[in-house]
């Protein structure tokens, strides 16, 4: 591919970015008391898990610490995703209205086109992993159970989440050139297996953890990774093996965007 046109493409996408991120700071005062009021309500989600760890101590042998440490990762894992590709998760609207008709017709790939249309702030999700991730890795330093290096291989661990999860959320999205509707499959894919993945997956059945794994593969988000990162089981493969899951994840859900486009039936409106 030519890469003055990729350049082209990417400058483009950073016009559209700014142009939503201006559109919404006309408001500052109610984009700051949203901010606040959203980060202490997502924190309180975690504060009532933490309420009854205290009380009846480790599940399962995981800590609190540990369990906030999946829960943070996974929620900026999930940050970063919908920051950069809401769009995506939004699919249906634009299949529904024929919105996507006009994205067709632009100059540059209908991904690239899709992703930054109302692009997405989240600094009280983003406040929230990362309050809670601080604390997290703060008290396990501390007790010695993890080093400085933990830190490093966390913010990986995170990019890596957020490209696995922004692949489920494109393959999801792709069904849609065939289903049209795709709310209540997005409710499974992303909300429900996503929330599951926030524990440990020795919570679940066995049937549910595999399937967290290698159907809906969040677990790899930051469940797998956690094993060696916290508890030194298996080995450091283990983050090799999670960014070659995200590159294969990426891979394949790009090839079935490309596939699933060419199905696309214009509404017509």
Request: hydrophobic share 50%; with cysteine.
């Amino acid at each position: 591919m030519n890469p003055a046109k990729i350049r082209s493409w990417l400058r483009l996408y950073r016009l559209l970015v700014r142009t939503t991120i201006r559109s919404r700071m006309q408001y500052k005062f109610n984009f700051v008391v949203g901010i606040l009021l959203a980060a202490l309500v997502q924190i309180s989600e975690f504060l009532m898990v933490a309420i009854v760890l205290d009380r009846f101590g480790a599940i399962r042998g995981w800590s609190v610490y540990e369990i906030g440490y999946l829960f943070a990762v996974m929620t900026l894992s999930k940050t970063i995703y919908r920051t950069f590709a809401d769009e995506v998760h939004h699919l249906e609207k634009y299949l529904v209205g024929g919105e996507l008709d006009q994205l067709l017709t632009r100059p540059m790939p209908v991904l690239l086109a899709l992703m930054p249309q109302k692009f997405r702030l989240m600094p009280a999700e983003l406040l929230q992993g990362g309050f809670i991730l601080s604390w997290a890795l703060g008290a396990m330093m501390r007790s010695g159970q993890i080093g400085w290096t933990a830190v490093i291989a966390t913010l990986f661990i995170i990019l890596t989440g957020a490209v696995i999860l922004f692949s489920i959320g494109l393959a999801t999205a792709t069904l849609g050139f065939w289903t049209t509707r795709i709310v209540e499959l997005q409710n499974i894919t992303e909300d429900a297996a996503r929330t599951a993945a926030q524990y440990p997956l020795t919570l679940y059945p066995k049937w549910m953890s595999s399937l967290l794994l290698f159907a809906i593969p969040v677990g790899f988000v930051n469940y797998v990774p956690s094993l060696y990162l916290l508890r030194g089981d298996m080995g450091s493969w283990v983050l090799a093996a999670t960014s070659g899951v995200a590159v294969i994840c990426l891979f394949a859900s790009l090839r079935f965007w490309r596939y699933g486009i060419t199905k696309y039936q214009s509404t017509g409106s």
